[in-house]
């Protein structure tokens, strides 16, 4: 078992042992449905023959069909992909969503490629895996090294065996019946539920300091919604370097800066700074939004944040988590925080199973309901209970797929 799968059983077992589930229904909850690796051979430009290998794994789909996202990245792995497939069927019962969940990937560094080279890797893809996923059974989305080209790829390959159908995939183009907000959603989902948070604890999210790790997609419509809301956000690194000022960043300057200079080192409008000297900063709320694995044993005790807000997958280790416990830290955990793309994608399978279309604002507010109820019923669980919020979100999530499992019965 990686170190990344014996996490996330950590975290299950925690949750399973509140809801005094058996060594047996444990395995049966844990154990992935359908786990498939293919190859994918395709021509490079240069008339070479190149082999990648693919994964999709279907973890669950007692609560409706699995859905999750499809990453090109070199660092893919079978095992890799089980575990993030387990946190999607957790995620999307965390939210309430009628979905199960799935992960999938190829091993590949997607820039690396030509634009010609990626599609017929994605169209090869799916030729391999297009009799397993469809809009009825497994839903893909894009992930880390994909977005909504490849998800308009994805689609125009699948309809070539299936005939019309824009809900096989969801995140694609507005202009192939993709869905308006889809690609702020996590950003906004994360800044949702830390709002939610702060009127829990009777505080207001206006005024307060925030630090954020990662301005990519997440981070920046995460800055973005932040400062819209009110909040100060005083520093933000990312792969390039970091920048910081007390006074509060100025927001929609340094969105264009990034942009423009792939990165927001060098800003004019702060200091340099580094990722050690981010997690140290004395501020009100840290958003890691970058890659897994970031809030370590030897990380963590340098945090001095009230609170944490889990925008990353799988950002913080157990022996970190153990660490903000004894610090009186809050840790609003990832498959709670970042849940918001998953749940506008879920907007979009609707639309496009409905033949609709929902106007931008309508989409938000639908999912600002849908983040603060999950939040309340984390909160309500934690308190009722006694546990932090990842324990309480892990109990939500894996007590309705238990149940649903329970009452579908196993013949």
């Given amino acids: 078992m990686t170190h990344a799968a014996s996490k996330s059983e950590l975290f299950f077992h925690q949750a399973a042992d509140h809801l005094g589930l058996s060594a047996r229904f444990r395995v049966l909850l844990l154990a992935p449905e359908r786990d498939v690796k293919v190859q994918v051979a395709i021509r490079l430009d240069n008339g070479e023959i190149e082999t990648f290998i693919g994964y999709r794994v279907q973890h669950d789909n007692a609560r409706g069909p699995m859905k999750g996202g499809l990453r090109f990245h070199p660092q893919v792995d079978e095992d890799e992909v089980r575990t ?20 999938g990937g190829i091993a590949v560094d997607p820039r690396s490629l030509s634009k010609g080279e990626l599609e017929r890797l994605t169209r090869k893809f799916v030729d391999q895996i297009h009799e397993m996923v469809g809009p009825d059974s497994d839903i893909p989305a894009p992930d880390m090294g994909t977005n909504s080209q490849v998800m308009a790829w994805f689609m125009n390959q699948y309809q070539t065996h299936h005939g019309f159908q824009p809900a096989c995939v969801t995140g694609k183009p507005l202009e192939l019946h993709g869905c308006e907000g889809r690609e702020e959603a996590t950003g906004r989902g994360v800044v949702i539920v830390t709002d939610r948070l702060m009127h829990h604890l009777g505080q207001k999210l206006a005024g307060k300091t925030v630090a954020l790790q ?8 995460c800055g973005k919604v932040l400062h819209e809301r009110g909040a100060r956000v005083v520093a933000i690194t990312d792969h390039r370097g970091g920048v910081k000022n007390a006074n509060g960043l ?16 060098g800003f004019p409008g702060g200091d340099p700074m580094t990722n050690a000297e981010l997690f140290a900063s004395p501020v009100d709320i840290l958003i890691p939004a970058a890659l897994g694995g970031q809030l370590t044993a030897e990380t963590a005790p340098s945090v001095r944040a ?12 157990p022996e970190a988590d153990e660490i903000f ?6 840790v609003v955990p990832d498959i709670l925080a970042n849940a918001g793309g998953v749940t506008v994608s879920y907007f979009e399978w609707v639309q496009n199973r409905s033949v609709v279309h929902w106007p931008l604002e309508e989409i938000r507010g639908r999912l600002e309901t849908r983040m603060s109820t999950a939040f309340d019923a984390v909160w309500q669980i934690a308190q009722d209970r006694k546990v932090p919020l990842r324990t309480a979100a892990y109990i939500l ?4 797929v238990a149940r649903a499992t329970e009452l579908a019965g196993v013949s």
């Fill in 84 to 103: 993030l497939a387990q946190l999607m069927t957790w995620k999307t019962a965390v939210v309430d969503l009628p979905y199960g969940g799935a992960k």
């Fill in 214 to 221: 990662g301005f990519g997609n997440v981070g920046s419509f």
């Fill in 250 to 265: 100025d927001i929609p300057t340094l969105l264009t800066y990034a942009q423009k200079n792939d990165g927001v080192a």
């Fill in 306 to 317: 009230k609170y944490i807000v889990e925008a990353a997958n799988d950002p913080t280790t």
């Fill in 325 to 330: 416990l004894k610090k009186g830290i809050t």
């Fill in 397 to 400: 999530g894996i007590g309705r």
